[in-house]
């Protein structure tokens, strides 16, 4: 059974650091890289970060660029989004996603198979 089991989040002030993680299991393939998205109440999903497992490349919106970063171990199971200099916009729930095997890691949700159950991240001003 694939799963995306996630874990971390919680709440913390504004400049403030938190760091999410997601273990990737029962994957019959290796998945081609991995993104983060988040979700605020009212707000359709946004894409966040996405790092490729074989080169670790990484991306970032923009608007979290040279704050978060994504990492992942060398098997490619498990992958981390650390978060710093956390604003209250940033408040959110945030998932990480895997794609189907062979695709690459697009911006919108539509082009994943894969969710964690998500974490909630509070940001307080």
């Known amino acids: 059974q694939v799963q995306l089991v996630q874990s971390g989040g919680g709440s913390v002030q504004a400049g403030g650091s938190l760091r999410l993680s997601c273990a990737a299991s029962?994957?019959?393939?290796?998945?081609?890289?991995m993104a983060w998205f988040r979700q605020a109440p009212g707000k359709e999903r946004e894409w966040v970060a996405r790092?490729?497992?074989?080169?670790?490349?990484?991306l970032y919106a923009d608007s979290v660029k040279g704050r978060f970063t994504v990492s992942q171990d060398n098997a490619g199971i498990t992958v981390w989004l650390q978060m710093n200099s956390l604003k209250p916009e940033d408040s959110a729930v945030y998932y990480c996603?895997?794609?189907?095997?062979?695709?690459?890691?697009?911006?919108?949700?539509?082009?994943?198979?894969?969710w964690g159950q998500g974490a909630q991240v509070t940001v307080s001003s």
């Open positions: 790092i490729y497992t074989v080169t670790s490349t990484t």
């Open positions: 996603a895997a794609p189907p095997r062979d695709n690459g890691c697009i911006f919108s949700s539509s082009g994943y198979a894969y």
């Open positions: 029962g994957f019959p393939y290796r998945t081609n890289c």
